[in-house]
């Protein structure tokens, strides 16, 4: 089972999210739900290219919720980097031309 560390970046992120868009109370129990099932299956995000590489993402608990994360094979961890909202055009998963 791979272990799920929340990086300081990423936390931050969601930290500004729960504040700015007023999310309930329970966000961080919602999300790591969301972050769950990659402890067995942490390739299970599709993985994104270009600058992102070797970036992973999966949703979180609302489906503008965009969980970053890069899986260390050799250590058996997943370290989730980053949350983007993507309703944004900065968002990871924007469409970039």
Partial sequence: MAQVIVTPQARRDVDEAISALTLPEDTWAR???SLRPLEAFPLAGPELGGRW????FVLGPWSWMILLYRYERSADRVYVVAMHDGRSVTSATAAHR
Avoid: S
């Avoid at 590489?53 to 992973?56: E, F, K, L, Q, V």
């Fill in 31 to 33: 999300i790591a739900r």
């Fill in 53 to 56: 590489a070797p970036t992973r």
